[in-house]
């Protein structure tokens, strides 16, 4: 069974700080994608990103494909309580089917 | 306009029920799906139908019945509901491509 495991699994920062969430495993990827959830929402897609090495940025997130497209990263500068949420990145397995990962919860405290 | 509504939002019954989730799309995605999210947040796909059509069942229990009277609905009957049952379902559509997922709100599913 293919499995994305992401690190970490929860994290709780200050407002302003930066950080990262990683999304590994050990299959390559045709895309991956990242979503994130808020309490009592469905996911929302954030980013669909492609080919190897590609970055991709959405106002104060940054999305790395890693070069042999079995991983990947997503960075966000400054964080505001707004980011708190479900983190879920998934990859696309066959035509009709994509497997999630296992997820970060992000709390961002004021 | 919800792109994906599903409903009800909210499902409390006593096992050995039966239950059914009702979900529609307006985005005129071909495809359409369910999901279910455990309470360790771990989603994992249910059923798929492509145009009316089920391609996916993932070794899913078959008191769950998925129907889907035509492309823009999918309906999950559930019979004979167990405690292991509660979660979070969701309902999604897509286009075909790499193009992701669009996720409705949810059904909390909690049987007692």
């Known amino acids: 069974t293919q499995l994305l495991e992401q690190s970490p699994q929860f994290l709780s920062i200050q407002e302003g700080e930066n950080l990262t969430v990683y999304c590994n495993s050990s299959?390559?990827?045709?895309?991956l994608q990242w979503y994130r959830q808020e309490p009592g929402e469905g996911p929302v897609l954030l980013v669909t990103v492609v080919t190897g090495g590609e970055v991709k940025k959405l106002k104060r997130l940054t999305f790395q494909f890693g070069d042999a497209r079995k991983d990947s990263s997503l960075h966000i500068t400054a964080a505001q309580p707004g980011d708190t949420g479900l983190y879920l990145c998934?990859?696309?397995?066959?035509?009709?089917?994509?497997?999630f990962g296992t997820g970060t919860r992000l709390k961002v405290l004021a | 306009d919800t792109a994906v509504s599903q409903t009800p939002k909210y499902l409390v019954t006593q096992m050995g029920n039966d239950k059914s989730i009702k979900c529609e799309q307006n985005l005129g995605h071909d495809t359409m799906y369910w999901y279910k999210q455990d309470s360790k947040k771990f989603l994992k796909i249910m059923f798929s139908?492509?145009?009316?059509?089920?391609?996916i069942n993932e070794t899913v229990p078959n008191r769950f019945s998925p129907k889907s009277p035509d492309k823009a609905h999918l309906n999950l009957h559930i019979n004979s509901l167990e405690l292991g049952d509660s979660a979070v379902y969701f309902c999604?559509?897509?286009?075909?491509?790499?193009?992701?997922?669009?996720f409705g709100s949810g059904t909390r599913l909690t049987v007692v």
């Open positions: 299959s390559v990827f045709s895309s």
């Open positions: 139908y492509n145009n009316k059509e089920l391609i």
């Open positions: 999604a559509s897509s286009q075909e491509g790499p193009y992701g997922y669009t």
């Open positions: 998934a990859f696309r397995s066959g035509t009709y089917k994509y497997i």
